[in-house]
T-cell receptor
Framework: DQQVKQNSPSLSVQEGRISILNCDYTNSMFDYFLWYKKYPAEGPTFLISISSIKDKNEDGRFTVFLNKSAKHLSLHIVPSQPGDSAVYFCAASSPYNNNDMRFGAGTRLTVKP | KAGVTQTPRYLIKTRGQQVTLSCSPISGHRSVSWYQQTPGQGLQFLFEYFSETQRNKGNFPGRFSGRQFSNSRSEMNVSTLELGDSALYLC???????????????FGEGSRLTVL
């Protein structure tokens, strides 16, 4: 059961422009959302998170937006840099299921110099 | 501070065999989760252990099992391997039981299993 979906397997943007990665979820019990970044041959690393009581969280060049009514979140990277090229995973957790974390399939971001 | 360590990093098995993967969490972390990563499927949740108890389990067949030891180290086992079990198996540890407080998982580099 794919409760967290990332419908774009890949995204390519020019250096300096905005990257927007999207994520949809189906379980309305999810109340905490995270983005992870993964480079080849490495494990995923935490990037940014947002609680369901917020609709926006910013950390430097990274901003996550949450639209609870649409069950949709997005990650904005501005400006995009070549070092941002990686696979980005969206994740969600619910306190009603022992907080196990569910991940999307990932979006491969390529930032071209 | 050492990160999450997984062994072995790479292994090749044949159908029908069994495999055991090991994970040492970050010191002080009591929660260990296991994920399977395959192309197009993302990270599929296998199970999570906290203080030697399995608290949660994903939708995988009974061939997939795990355990956690008193020092928080964890192992997962896959019996009667199938070709479709070829994947990257990731272990992650967390400091707290409360995801919303800890906010993140710390992942190891994974064990890449190839089943021939």
């Amino acid at each position: 059961d794919q409760q967290v979906k990332q419908n774009s397997p890949s995204l390519s943007v020019q250096e300096g422009r905005i990257s927007i990665l999207n994520c949809d979820y189906t379980n309305s019990m999810f109340d905490y959302f995270l983005w992870y970044k993964k480079y080849p041959a490495e494990g995923p690393t935490f990037l940014i998170s947002i609680s369901s009581i917020k609709d926006k969280n910013e950390d430097g060049r990274f901003t996550v937006f949450l639209n609870k009514s649409a069950k949709h979140l997005s990650l904005h990277i501005v400006p995009s840099q070549p070092g941002d090229s990686a696979v980005y995973f969206c994740a969600a957790s619910s306190p009603y299921n022992n907080n196990d974390m569910r991940f999307g399939a990932g979006t491969r971001l390529t930032v071209k110099p | 501070k050492a990160g999450v360590t997984q062994t072995p990093r790479y292994l090749i098995k044949t159908r029908g065999q069994q495999v055991t993967l090991s994970c040492s969490p970050i010191s002080g972390h009591r929660s260990v989760s296991w994920y399977q990563q395959t192309p197009g499927q993302g990270l599929q949740f296998l199970f999570e252990y906290f203080s030697e108890t399995q608290r949660n389990k994903g939708n995988f067949p009974g061939r997939f099992s795990g355990r956690q030891f008193s020092n928080s180290r964890s192992e997962m086992n896959v019996s009667t391997l199938e070709l479709g079990d070829s994947a990257l198996y990731l272990c992650a540890s967390s400091l707290s039981r409360e995801w919303a407080v800890a906010g993140e998982l710390f992942f190891g580099e994974g064990s890449r299993l190839t089943v021939l």
